[in-house]
């Protein structure tokens, strides 16, 4: 289920980025920036989201000397 969401939003910013560039008029060119710009944040959050419990992530801070993020309810 997951990565159908995340193919979804990757759709969106491929069809949102094709919109930009075949756009004359600047006040849509703006619509569509905000459009692009909060599915990209949508599209990090999520990514984030998937790789905040990858043991490979945690194991090299440790290996580096830098501790994992404190956890936000932490």
Same mark, same amino acid.
């Given at each position: 289920m997951q990565r159908a969401m995340l193919r979804r939003v990757e759709d969106?910013?491929?069809?949102l980025c094709k919109q930009l560039l075949a756009g004359k008029d600047d006040e849509q060119l703006m619509e569509k920036l905000v459009e692009l710009r909060a599915a990209l944040h949508l599209h990090?959050? !999520?990514? !984030?989201?998937?790789?905040?419990d990858y043991p490979v992530v945690?194991? !090299?801070r440790r290996q580096d000397g830098i501790p +994992? +993020?404190?956890s936000p309810g932490g």
């Open positions: 969106e910013i491929r069809s990090i959050e !999520r990514m !984030r989201a998937r790789v905040v945690i194991e !090299r +994992p +993020p404190e």
